[in-house]
């Protein structure tokens, strides 16, 4: 089956402009991952959902950071105000459920801020 | 708050040796823990996944260990090939948080020269 796309695989965007990442799980799993990764670091948690409700968002770095996932499927982070040091590749995963689920990861989305 | 750390950073071989990646927690609470590997510009394909009930998993000419007492896990790749080029990463499965976030370790950049 398929597995976790994003879109757009690649976003050039300026200093101070509002981008949306967009992550389409596996069919069926309920719980969706946002995680960042700067060049030469591993990923870092961003914020987790269980179905349309973000269970933890703890790892979101500010408040220009927002995700949304309306009817428990698709996910959209929003970032508003965008800055040079929100540069990185932006990495979705989806499982069965949370907790101890293997999770699935996207091809990510890398985001250049100019 | 879980930490992982990998050594070392960087590692290159001739074809045909063995080698052993190395990571290390810091809390042994962890449902999980997975090796994944990364191609450069590319998303996480995952290699592994022990549980924290196992002592080690078998995939091919990889071999994966887990020490959760110790807080150590080790990758050992047999015979290498250049193929095997890409950066490792490790990361555990926390019962700490709702939801089970990944935390990654920063990875080990490993060149396979022919």
């Known amino acids: 089956g398929a597995g976790v796309s994003q879109t757009p695989s690649n976003k050039v965007t300026e200093k101070g402009k509002y981008v949306e990442l967009r992550c389409d799980p596996i069919?069926?799993?309920?719980?969706l991952y946002w995680y960042r990764q700067s060049l030469g670091q591993g990923p870092e948690f961003l914020i987790y959902?269980?179905?349309?409700?973000?269970?933890?968002d703890s790892g979101l770095p500010n408040d220009r950071f927002f995700a949304v996932r309306p009817e428990g499927s698709v996910s959209t982070l929003k970032i508003q105000r965008t800055e040079r040091g929100d540069s990185a590749v932006y990495l979705c995963?989806?499982?069965?459920?949370?907790?101890?689920?293997?999770?699935?990861f996207g091809p990510g989305t890398r985001l250049t801020v100019t | 708050k879980q930490e992982v750390t990998q050594i070392p950073a960087a590692l290159s071989v001739p074809e045909g040796e063995n080698l052993v990646l190395n990571c290390s927690f810091t809390?042994?609470?962890?449902?999980?823990l997975q090796w994944f590997r990364q191609d450069p510009g590319k998303g996480l394909t995952s290699l592994l996944l022990?549980?924290?009930?196992?002592r080690e998993q078998t995939s091919g000419r990889l071999n994966a260990s887990l020490d959760k007492s110790s807080g150590r896990s080790t990758l050992y790749i047999a015979a290498s090939q250049p193929g095997d080029s890409a950066t490792y990463l490790c990361?555990?499965?926390?019962?700490?948080?709702?939801?089970?976030?990944?935390?990654f370790g920063e990875g080990t950049q490993l060149t396979v020269n022919p």
């Open positions: 995963a989806s499982s069965f459920a949370g907790g101890p689920y293997e999770q699935y």
């Open positions: 069919s069926g799993h309920t719980a």
């Open positions: 959902f269980q179905g349309t409700g973000a269970a933890d």
């Open positions: 809390d042994s609470a962890i449902y999980n």
């Open positions: 022990i549980q924290s009930s196992q």
């Open positions: 990361a555990t499965q926390g019962r700490e948080t709702s939801g089970s976030r990944l935390t």
